[in-house]
């Protein structure tokens, strides 16, 4: 059982594409993106070599599992030029590819699920693992599970709520 969650979790008004549009230069934290499902699509290895939206990144891709890993800076210049997020899809975000190991199966974050503040043992143990730092699934809005401890924790818990009671009144 574990002691204390890091991870804390949310939604937004928003998307994968536009939160993506906002980012200049990814953080450390952010180095490799891992897509896990694309437009409802959770075999992205399948996929992969045939996929026109997936062409870009190809020769950049590493198949983990049943999803790609992208170094993220690549992944932006390929969402500015070509879309690829449109919804229903689902990313992780990590600081090295190395300890990337493929997503537990079925568990998504995407839309339009809501997720539990207290998320599954099996999915925080995988990224507590793998040191992952961010995970994105939109279809209806932007969920978020977000790797936070301390006051920011509790503020994005705070916002996060503030945001679903306003997007529900």
Partial sequence: MLKTQTYTTGWIDSSIHTFLMDIQTP??????????????CPDLSSIVSKSPALGELRSHARIVGKGIVVPTKKLLVVER??????????VWFFPHVDIIKPKPPKLYITGPMDLPEELPNQLVRWMEGSKCSLGLGDGTGLNFVVKLTGIAKHIVQHWSASVNASATA
């Avoid at 070509?82 to 229903?88: H, K, L, S, T, V």
């Fill in 27 to 40: 953080p450390t934290s952010m180095t490799y993106a891992f897509i896990t499902c694309l437009d409802s």
């Fill in 81 to 90: 030029t070509q879309r690829i997020f449109y919804g229903f899809d689902e």
